[in-house]
């Protein structure tokens, strides 16, 4: 399980039961659950091999001086968004979408984590790349 943002804020994101569906094929499907005072909201998420989650993470890491505008990254059926902004003062900010395309209960929901750039972007870096990789041991 890898939890996202450890800091006190509206949502808690857990990324938990990673299961390749088809032994031998790269499909990877996962749970994503939001918590807060609210409620909470899950969904499965489909991907093909993490659909390269930890290599955007990494490069967001890398790119700890900053960039331009927002990046962008997508499951393989867009069940899980992540976009993300470089903020003043060595931040990065990541807004999670999380969607279920259930036939007759579509709904989406959106929560926001910020770490620090460097070591903190490499630490969840390192954890997303872990959990993807537990399927395959």
């Known amino acids: 399980m890898v939890q996202v ?3 006190p804020g509206p949502a808690r994101l857990l990324l938990s039961e990673p299961i390749r569906r088809y032994e031998g094929e ?9 918590r807060g005072l609210w409620g909470s909201v899950e969904t499965s998420v489909e991907t093909w091999d993490g ?13 700890f001086r900053g960039w331009e505008g927002v990046r ?10 992540l976009s993300a902004e470089h903020r003043p003062g060595g931040y990065v900010q990541l807004t ?40 395959t041991e």
């Open 5 to 7: 943002g450890n800091h």
């Open 26 to 34: 790269p499909t990877l499907d996962f749970l994503v659950r939001a």
């Open 51 to 63: 659909d390269g989650l930890d290599t955007f993470l990494a490069s967001l890491a890398e790119g």
């Open 72 to 81: 962008a990254w997508h499951s393989l059926c867009y069940d899980l968004t």
């Open 96 to 135: 999670w979408g999380i969607r279920d395309r259930a036939p007759s209960e579509e709904w989406q929901f959106e929560t926001t984590t910020v770490h620090a750039a460097g070591e903190d972007m490499r630490n969840l870096t390192a954890e997303i790349r872990t959990f993807i990789a537990s399927v």
